[in-house]
Every structure is written in C-alpha cells, then in structure tokens.
C-alpha cells in the first residue's frame, strides 16, 4: 500500500487525560500498530483540573478492552501545561472539543502546527463529550464516536 499518512507524531488533548485523550490514544496505537506505521501518540489534558498521576478510568478501559484494546492499569495522566515538551513533539494535535482547542491556544504558541477536533479530522462539527458519571455505557458511546471519528479521518490518507 503507498502510504501518504503526512504525520509522525499525534496529541490526543482531552479535558484531563483519564477518559476520551486515553481512549483516542490506545484506537490510534493499535491502528498504526496494525498498519505497521510508526507514528507515536501520545495524549494529555488541557483543562484547569488536569493533574499529573491521575489514574485512567475504570471505564474508560473496559470500553476499550471490549474491542480488544488494553490500556494499560499503569498509564498516568499528564497535565500538558507542566509538559509543553509534548505539544512541540507533536505535528497533529487532536482535540475532543473546540474549547480545548482555544485552551491549547491560550498556553501555547501553535503556529507551524495542525490542531483539529477529532471531529474536525472527520470531516464534521461538534464536540465528542465527557462521558464521566455516565456509566460504562456514556463510556461506550463516546469510544464508539471517538472511533468513527477517527476512521474517518484516517479514510482521508488511504486506509
């Protein structure tokens, strides 16, 4: 297959890297894993309540492992405003919602780099939402949304 993918290294940004980043991220590693692509993903989170160290949702790792998808029980999140180093690292960054977008905007300088929704990426508007206290169900949707989302787009460079 004649590959264009233009990107080797991609930032999932969520609110606080625990749920939708983390999900994005373990679909994205296992697609270019399978595509036998090496493009690093990385996440992280954006938002005022974003801490280093917080453990990945329960939920967020049973809707993931349903599809065969482990994240790992080890994995921490990262506060992306005490790690800038993986926003310059990154040549796309992909957000769950515009408002991250404008977050990632207010702390750092993007200028030379592709910043998108997901959503966005797929070609469609709107935001993908915080599935927390929604049970693993809300986990499912969101993952499942993530997910086409992220097809979509990749649809766009042959896959």
């Not at 980043?21 to 894993?33: K, N």
């Not at 036998?36 to 993931?64: E, F, H």
């Not at 030379?112 to 709107?126: D, P």
């Not at 599935?131 to 997910?147: T, W, Y």
């Amino acid at each position: 297959m004649d590959n264009k993918f233009p990107f080797s290294s991609i930032l999932i940004v969520c609110s606080v890297n625990t749920a939708r980043s983390r999900m994005a991220e373990g679909f994205l590693r296992d697609f270019f894993l399978k595509h036998s692509l090496d493009v690093k993903v990385k996440s992280g989170g954006i938002s005022s309540n974003a801490r280093d160290g917080m453990i990945i949702s329960m939920d967020a790792r049973l809707a993931m492992e349903e599809l065969g998808i482990n994240l790992s029980e080890n994995a921490l999140s990262s506060d992306l405003k005490k790690h800038p180093e993986l926003i310059e690292e990154a040549d796309l960054i992909l957000t769950l919602t515009n408002k991250h977008k404008e977050e990632i905007n207010e702390f750092f300088n993007i200028d030379s780099k592709e910043i998108l929704t997901i959503k966005e990426f797929a070609g469609e508007r709107g935001d993908i939402e915080d599935p927390s206290m929604k049970e693993l169900v809300g986990f499912r949707i969101a993952r499942d949304e993530i997910i086409d989302c992220l097809t979509k787009g990749l649809k766009k460079y042959s896959f």
